[in-house]
């Protein structure tokens, strides 16, 4: 093969498989496996297609597709965390229920050792491009079963934003929309824990019952100043991880739309892992019902630096209060 015709077939097979979105200083890169987005040539957020090799040490069954990770600070640190050895189905950001009940049966989307259910990538629905934004929107399904018996219980649309900001921060939405795939109900039955969540680094796991944060340790907060064990079970607008990373200080912070069910959601705040949720089904059983949407919004502000609250509290004022 002569070599223009082999840089020629190079460039197409790459061009078949990568596709690229502008919004202004905003890239999106989308290929076979993954969605990245970046800012002024910065990592952003990278969401998962193809699920990705499990560690080792991890079973298989752990694997997983359809979630955002990593998730990227500005000065390039990961600050989340995937495939935990402690709890391997902890998947960066990523929504899954628990205590659940479909045809009948009892149902665990979240603890994927039990083998039951599982939530996987189907397909990208679109992707766009606004002045000073990009966003892509893709489709899950809810699995309930194994092998030739496993059945779609819920599909769920995820849209991703991530807008355009100054160096110091980033900042991204996701809304799911969750349908049922049948006609059959989702039925999420009371429990401490479940929805979307967010796994951190390794970097901040600590010792079970250890209650005394070193220099640069994990630290949660949320709007009513509450820790990682007096806010657990608490309804915050937001929570906010912060702590060292690489000896960086670095923040995440998540918002809950007032819009959402139930909104503030109560919160599940771990004591010594490096993860929270938003928990809806502590407040009690509800159903997602065919024919009805199960929206929820949520907005994350992502830092260089230590938690600052009246930076944290001016994004919550704009984004809970868009028209002032």
Known sequence: ??????????????????????????NLIETDDTIRITSRGKPVLEYVKTARPVPEGVEPHFSRSGYIHPVYTPTGQEISGDYPLDHAHQHALFFAWTKSKFDGK????????????????REV?????????VSFSVKHAFTVGTGDERVDAVHEIWTVTVHLTSDD?????????????????????????????????????????ERSPKAGDLEFLTDEGKDRWEGNHTRPNWVAMTGKLDAQDV??????SPENFRAPQHVRLHPNKPYFCFAPAV?????????QKYASRYRYLVTSEAADVSIIQRHWNEYSNPNQ
Not at 1 to 26: D, H, N, W, Y
Not at 283 to 291: D, K, S, V, Y
């Open 125 to 133: 629905v679109n992707v766009s491009r606004e002045e000073n934004l």
């Open 1 to 26: 093969m002569k070599p223009f015709t082999t840089a020629l077939c190079i460039l197409l097979f790459s061009l078949s498989i990568t596709s690229q979105v502008r919004g202004g200083e905003l």
């Open 251 to 256: 923040s995440f912070v998540a918002y809950c």
């Open 169 to 209: 921060h980033f900042l991204f939405d996701v809304e799911s929309v969750q349908t049922c795939a049948s006609d059959q109900p989702l039925i999420l039955e009371e429990y401490h824990y479940g929805g979307m969540a967010f796994r951190g680094s390794d970097q901040w796991l600590k010792e079970k019952d």
């Open 283 to 291: 407040a009690g059983e509800f159903t997602i019902q065919p024919g």
């Open 106 to 121: 009892e149902i665990d989307f979240w603890n994927q050792a039990k083998q039951s259910a599982g939530i996987e990538f």
